[in-house]
Every structure is written in structure tokens, then in C-alpha cells.
């Protein structure tokens, strides 16, 4: 007995002469305040958003051709548009407008005539293929955002990781451990690693 009481008093001993050795940091704090992880999040958002609008612009401008839709997407997707392009977004969309106008009051006449058979065809049909259009183009977004969510989610956590391992080496900690997995520690090192973190670029 004298003997099991010597080996814990012994472990003890080296646990505590080694307490500087171990450290703790509350990850969930960590992603919850730091500004770098907001900042990933805020982007992500932001791309949402931008899609959102595309999207809901695609469909109120719906009667377009082929082309004019992929240029008026391609214009909306991208970023910092110049003056003449600008100037082409409103073009597209003034024309699509107009015709759906026309489609409109089309659709009211009760006996038209051949040739506006012929233009109710054609802006139906643009309407039809615009709207499998629109469909498809969703889908394509929503995989590119689920894609972009999972490398920001990889960036987080590497960066994360890496913010910790710096900051413990500095400290001159072995280990560092969740908080989830301990109930006390003196060298809990969130806040340096929130700090840490938020200097990142």
C-alpha cells in the first residue's frame, strides 16, 4: 500500500513540476470572437448575396437569348463594373423588359395576327429556355458556394491550428488541450490566440 501511496505522490510531484507544460484554449471561443473567422464569414456571405442578386435579376429579365443571358449573368457576376458596363446591363435589361411587355399584352389579344403569333412564339420560348436557364444556373452557384463554405471552413481550422501551435511554442507549453476535455487549467490560452488570429491577414 505504502508502495501504490509513493508511486501517486511521485506522479503528482512530476505533474506539477510540469503544470507550465500543459495548456488549455476554448475553441468554440476562438471562432465565435475572433474577427479573422467573422471576416471568412462575412465574405461567404457577401458571395451569397451576390449570387441572390444575380439570380432575381436573371429572372425579372427573363426574356432574353441565349447570349444576352450569359452576358448579362457574366456582367453580374463580376465585380467593379466600369462605366460601359454598366451602361450593358442596363441595355439587356431594358430589352428584356420590353419585351416582356410585349409578351404581355400578346398574350391579351384575342385574335392576333400572324405576325404577332409569330412574335408571342418567339418570346414564349425565350421565356421557356430562360427559366431552365435560370434553374441550372442556380444549381452551378449553389455547388460553387458549398465549395467556397468548405475551403473557408479548411482555411479556419488550419489557421486556427496553426495560431495555436505558434502561440504554445512561444509559451513553451508541450500541450494544449480543449477545455471541453479539461475541468481546470492555470495556461489557458484563448485570448493570445484570439489576438493572434486577428492580426492575420
Known amino acids: 500500500m505504502k508502495t501504490l501511496f509513493g508511486w501517486l505522490l511521485m506522479i503528482g510531484c512530476v505533474l506539477t513540476a510540469h503544470a507550465q507544460a500543459f495548456g488549455v484554449v476554448d475553441y468554440e471561443r476562438v471562432i465565435n470572437e475572433s474577427t479573422f473567422v467573422k471576416t471568412s464569414l462575412e465574405r461567404l456571405q457577401a458571395l451569397e448575396t451576390r449570387y441572390r442578386g444575380v439570380l432575381q435579376t436573371l429572372q425579372e429579365n427573363i426574356v432574353l437569348t441565349n447570349e444576352e443571358r450569359q452576358e448579362l449573368a457574366n456582367l453580374l457576376l463580376a465585380e467593379n463594373l466600369n462605366d460601359e458596363q454598366r451602361k450593358r446591363v442596363d441595355q439587356l435589361t431594358q430589352a428584356a423588359r420590353q419585351r416582356a411587355g410585349e409578351l404581355q399584352q400578346l398574350r391579351q389579344k384575342p385574335q392576333p395576327s400572324e405576325t404577332e403569333k409569330a412574335a408571342l412564339e418567339r418570346f414564349t420560348q425565350m421565356e421557356a429556355v430562360g427559366r431552365e436557364a ?56 484563448t485570448n493570445d490566440v484570439i489576438k493572434r488570429l486577428n492580426e492575420r491577414k
Open 134 to 189: 435560370i434553374q441550372s444556373l442556380a444549381q452551378q452557384l449553389s455547388q460553387q458556394l458549398e465549395q467556397q463554405l468548405q475551403q473557408s471552413r479548411e482555411q479556419v481550422r488550419q489557421a486556427v491550428r496553426e495560431t495555436i501551435a505558434q502561440v504554445a511554442k512561444e509559451k513553451r507549453l508541450s500541450l494544449v488541450f480543449s477545455t471541453e476535455a479539461v475541468l481546470y487549467a492555470e495556461n489557458d490560452i
